[in-house]
């Protein structure tokens, strides 16, 4: 049962209860195939979800199911004049919470005040579309500089995980008793990805993240790199890797429709002698090895590994199996 902010009504038994922290919510669930589960069982145990106001919960209409597939929707974020439109929407609609005062005195020197309508003069639009170009720049460098925005997961390693320190921060709130991490927070997880999952043995999904090759260099979208990926990796329902573009932190647009593939795919895909299997990444396909093919299409770009999954010995760092991506051309 979601409730809003400042709730304090009697509630009946038998919900689990969430306190949300805002007026519009929006939830992702994924169902996750495990085993011989095929996509049309996974999407119809999707379906089962139920939606509906608790008012209705005596006899609630059918939940609408809506397919957006195969329309591309726009659902990044817009570096103009949008953005502070955005935010003057979101600051007129949300309740302010302690953590945001700073921020909220700041607000109306831009001209966004809740409830007010934010018509910025021409010269004042200039500078804020200069302003949010800056902004990008800055968390782009924190993105891409090795340290900030993610520390090695094994020594030496360029696979790491996303502005994670445990030893600081604790879940994905980037709020401690004493500070809030907001450099983190934006510059690392929520600027290169829109979440990344908990750590979760046995269940859920775990994510490493990749920037650069084996000899510390950024992927170039122009170039071809190998990624041996070993037959233990320890994912009890199955393994995926996944480009996306560096530019937009969106998915690789290619004919194949292709972002990834996963050990799903290891049937049709050219396996070594050991049970590993070498996954290419680049432009254009290797003659012959389509099937363990990544387009690119000439994109810079980085990699999520995602484990399904996840068993122990991937999470206590036991299991030093991934190597880095070697560039081949």
Known sequence: ???PPGWDQPLPDGYLLV???????????????????????????????????????????????VDGY?????????????YYEHLADLV????????DKVMMG????????????????????????????DARAILEEFFETPDRAMSPYWPGSQWGF???????????????????????????????????????QGGGTFYLCALRDSNGELFHGTSTYRLRVPNDVPAEDFWAVVAYDLDTKSYIFN?????????????SMTVNEDGSVDLYLSATAPTGLEANWIPTSGRDFFLFFRFYGPQKSILDRSWH?????????
């Open 106 to 133: 700041m607000l109306p020197t831009l001209g966004i005040e809740p409830g007010e309508p934010f018509t910025p003069d021409a010269r004042t639009r200039e500078i804020l579309e200069q302003a949010v170009l």
């Open 162 to 200: 996303l502005a994670i320190d445990p030893d600081r921060i604790q879940g994905f709130s980037y709020e401690t008793d004493t500070a809030l991490y907001y450099e983190d927070r934006a510059g690392g997880m929520f600027y290169g990805a829109t979440f990344l999952p908990k750590s979760l």
């Open 255 to 267: 004919d194949l429709d292709r972002g990834g593939l996963s050990s799903f795919e290891l049937p």
């Open 1 to 3: 049962m979601f409730v």
């Open 19 to 65: 306190q949300s922290q805002s007026y519009r919510l929006n939830m992702m669930l994924r169902s996750v195939k495990r085993g011989d589960t095929t996509d049309a069982q996974a999407e119809a145990y999707s379906h089962r979800l139920r939606i509906y106001p608790l008012a209705d919960a005596a006899d609630p209409a059918p939940t609408r199911f």
């Open 92 to 99: 007129s609609a949300e309740p302010v919470r302690v953590r």
């Open 70 to 82: 195969p329309r591309a929707w726009d659902s990044l974020p817009h570096y103009d004049l949008r």
């Open 321 to 329: 199996g991934l190597p880095d991506l070697e560039r081949i051309n």
